[in-house]
């Protein structure tokens, strides 16, 4: 087994050295031939908690960053999963607590997904600490208002959407975060009306059709000029190119993206213990 330690993840480490730590790592897979270039953008969700969750039942991070010489399928698409929570991770790390270090070592988990048979959706939970502060955050590739109704109640500071291109290490990169932070705005969306000179964010011009993907990636309704808007400061890059794939796909595979992600809920033609007159019932009934 090829690695730099038994516990590859110290505690207790600042950003600088979280990004470092998963930098080497996303090299590594890169080494091995794990990570290839992803086929699309991708959507990854994160949620603040109000308050640490117990790692009791879930599994550290520090042995999936370690590499055998033989490889492993279901070892190493996990592999790929977890690198690209972690770049979450640090995202959220850079621009939510900057000064803040990591309280533990990362913890991921699985469960089944339902919606694709032998699949799973992964779990990644990133906890920091310093002088009494503790935030918790939970990075899933699913939406979790799947899970919980609690989820849906979510205010704008603690759900954190983010898009992951195609390039991974495009993406992960200090001087382009940098330069998006240097973005950003405090201005109300709302106060401004007039879309000609509108500065409080990036108006996207989709058709109404997209409304639920918009939403999805947090766009905002700006009352004041009657249009969806991102705001500046974040990867208004990432979310059209994923708005273009999305685009690209059929009404069906749309369809199914957007179950997956729980963007809007099917609604079932018939309402859940509603009972149903057989067309052979109903014209007894008649008579």
Known sequence: MSGRG??????????????QETLHYLKRCQEHQVLNAPLRPELIYAYKLQQPVPTTHFHPLSPLLKFGYESQPLEDDTKVVMAKLLCVALKLHYFNHPTLSTAHEPYWFAIPDLSQPH??????IYTLHQAGQTHCWLITTWDLSQSSSQYKRFDIGSKFPTVLPKDLF??????????????????????????????????????????PELKALGAVWARGIKRWVF????????????????SSLTPQARFEHRWTK?????KAAVPYGTNIKSPEHESDSNH
């Open 170 to 211: 495009q993406w992960l990169s200090i001087k382009r975060w940098k330069a998006l932070k240097e973005q950003m705005v405090s201005t109300n969306v709302h106060q401004e009306t007039d879309a000609q000179t509108y500065q409080a964010g990036h108006i996207l011009d989709w058709a109404p059709e997209f409304n």
């Open 6 to 19: 038994k516990r590859l993840w110290a505690p207790q480490l600042t950003f600088d050295e979280a990004y």
């Open 262 to 266: 729980s963007m809007e809920y099917p």
């Open 231 to 246: 705001p500046k400061g974040w990867d208004i890059q990432a979310v059209q190119e994923y708005m273009q794939w999305v």
């Open 119 to 124: 699949r799973e959706q992964y779990g990644l």
